[in-house]
């Protein structure tokens, strides 16, 4: 097992090797991009689909929305550098609301990009097998085989460690890069010379008049909400900022302005393609495709195109495997999630968070057949519910500081506040129905399993803390009383009065049997080795060992008088695996049971056989 281990993700590092797992901007852009910038490929598609209910008169409106998706976008980067600079040791919105808005709120927000990375891995995923069923029909039926394959394999490899993993993430990621911002300026070149000849407004000046209707503005802003899923992700760069070469936050925060740079142009520029080529959503075919065969043709180029579509694609859950381990760890720190989780393993990541982030996002795709229709749905509700969260954390600490009052920040940070916040709203009215109500339901659970974990530990730290007193009555304890089940005399059993000897003076040997004619057998051969040693022999007429067991022991627990109890267990081990078939496990069985009384110190002492 520990071979198979050093094969799939290579040999332990020393702590001392951190400082040389942090990531240039230029690796860290495709290790926390990846989510946002692969989420052009299906937002601007998301808008028209939503659009069609309304019918394609109104296509041309893609535009102004996609517009007004920047300017969110601009004021939600610009609030998150703020945090980067703020709070360089990451956790985003959990940490800014922890500090300035309550642990409450903090743990809601906590929640929400949990939820939120989990999301992302498993609709991700589902996406990318969904392109590699569309060309490979044949594949449909392994679809669920095949995305819980692609979650393990991004599991081993950022197992491996940071570094290696941000190495074979970047290529894919700039490959998809270059194509996009080649297509758009090859389309912007084509419309140019060869005209507009899509969805216009003045075409369909007509329908401006449908506007009026309730109805048609709540499609609207349903539209907006489905587009802003181009925004997920966002977040993940003030979450991991520790990740980062020194200084830290300074190249975290350019990273952040590539980012947002290189996701407003593509979405922006694919919009508008979209609209100038009158490209309408299919069921066979998806938006980004059509613009692609448009702009490229039908050749090779369009099918690496395509691959690299779908390779992003699964490459974004990427972004959720740096993200959810390092804010997990943050929390468990703080006490609200096990403390294994804020452990780094062999390869210095933290390999408890990236292990847990798999299987929840395994048991997705698993109960969601791997249909990403069926999980988008849930999607986009926490994270901007997170960046609402953040901002409004953000003007409480910009509030408090004098320095800080100026009123462009104060007023860039409002406003992208109060519009996540609709945002958050709309997403959850609109798509209430169609699976949020899952997310709304999940974050409150999450919520309260944190709370009650905070309170375990609270609990465990005020039973575990030693005060002098207390440390001056257990020094002047007395030596244990020891008790040594046995079923005989062997050199098991020697080996184990052995030991007895040398922490008790105040030794019972205790047998049970069976038959009452062995009692004699047994106290005649105890007693030519060890006849200053008491054996207690406790016939069972039923064949249980374990009920009269327990009941000396209770009993002896009550008779010490303020001395601990001791039970030490012999136990063989086997040299071979199978061998353990071939013979009881009391000891094992007892130990279990004896675990559970207050006063009783259980202690097994192995005998190893050589054969």
């Known amino acids: 097992m520990a071979s198979l281990k050093r094969l799939l993700i290579g040999k332990p590092m020393e702590t001392k090797r951190l400082k040389h797992e942090k990531l240039p901007k230029w690796k860290a852009l495709a290790v926390f991009s990846s989510d946002a910038l692969s989420s052009v490929a299906y937002a601007t598609e998301e808008i028209l689909l939503v659009l069609a209910l309304l019918g394609t008169s109104v296509f041309f409106y893609s535009l102004p929305i996609a517009v007004a998706i920047l300017v969110l976008l601009l004021l939600v980067t610009l609030s998150y550098r703020q945090i980067i600079y703020a709070f360089p040791s990451g956790g985003g919105a959990y940490v800014v609301a922890r500090d300035h808005l309550g642990t409450k709120i903090s743990l809601v927000a906590g929640a929400a990009l949990m939820i939120d990375y989990i999301l992302t891995v498993a609709v991700s995923i589902s996406s990318g097998v969904a392109a590699l069923t569309s060309a490979f029909p044949g594949l449909l039926p392994w679809k669920v085989e095949l995305a819980v394959a692609l979650v393990l394999f991004l599991m081993v490899l950022n197992l491996r460690g940071i570094t290696e993993s941000a190495t074979v993430f970047a290529y894919p990621t700039y490959v998809f890069i270059g194509f996009v911002l080649v297509m758009i300026a090859v389309g912007g070149w084509q419309l ?18 449908m506007f009026a209707s309730g109805y048609s503005l709540f499609i609207l802003l349903r539209a907006f909400s489905s587009g802003c899923s181009a925004m997920t992700g966002v977040e993940a760069i003030s979450n991991g900022v520790p990740a980062f070469r020194p200084d830290s936050s300074k190249n975290a925060a350019i990273t952040m302005g590539w980012m947002s740079a290189l996701l407003g142009v593509m979405f922006l520029g694919i919009t508008v393609l979209a609209a100038g080529f009158g490209v309408t959503p299919t069921e066979h075919q998806t938006v980004i495709s059509q613009i692609g065969r448009h702009v490229f043709g039908n050749g090779l180029v369009f099918y690496l195109f395509q691959l690299a579509t779908m390779v992003i694609l699964v490459l974004a859950a990427n972004t959720s495997f740096a993200g959810f381990p390092q804010l997990t760890s943050i929390m468990a720190k703080d006490g609200f999630l096990p403390r294994s989780l804020a452990a780094r393993g062999d390869r210095l ?13 395994i048991v997705l795709i698993i109960a969601f057949h791997a249909k990403t229709h069926s999980l988008i749905p849930l999607y986009a509700v926490g994270v901007f519910l997170s960046f609402t969260i ?38 959850m009215v609109a798509k209430f129905t169609q699976g949020a109500w899952i997310v709304i339901v999940a974050i409150p659970l999450f919520v309260w399993m944190f709370i009650r974990i905070h309170e375990h530990y609270k609990k465990l730290g005020e039973q575990l803390r030693l005060d002098e007193r207390e440390w ?19 050199k098991v059993v020697a080996q184990s009065v052995q030991y007895a000897r040398s922490i008790s003076d105040d030794i019972t040997a205790l047998s049970i049997i069976f038959d009452e004619k062995d009692e004699q057998k047994l106290r005649q051969k105890w007693e030519k080795f060890y006849p200053d040693i008491p054996l207690e022999v406790i016939y069972s007429p039923y064949r249980t060992i374990l009920s009269p067991l327990l009941e000396y022991i209770t ?19 086997v040299k071979k695996w199978w061998h353990t078939f071939l013979h009881n496990q009391t000891a094992i069985i007892l130990r279990f049971f004896l675990i559970m009384k207050k006063d009783v110190v259980i202690a097994t002492l192995p005998y190893h056989l050589r054969e």
């Open 192 to 209: 140019w010379h060869e005209g507009w000849h899509g969805f216009t407004m003045h075409e369909h000046a007509s329908s401006a008049h």
């Open 349 to 361: 990541v933290f390999s408890n968070g990236i292990m847990l982030l798999s299987v929840l996002a």
């Open 390 to 427: 953040g901002q409004s954390g953000l003007i409480k600490k910009l509030w408090k500081r004098e320095e800080g009052r100026k009123f462009g920040v104060l007023l860039t940070v409002g406003t992208g506040a109060v519009v996540t916040g609709i945002v958050t709203l709309v997403t």
């Open 472 to 490: 001056q009555q257990r020094e002047k304890l007395l030596k244990p009383k020891v008790i040594i089940p046995i079923s005989g005399v062997s």
């Open 555 to 573: 009993k002896a627990e009550k008779e010490a008088d303020r001395a601990p109890v001791t039970v030490l267990l012999p136990q063989f081990i």
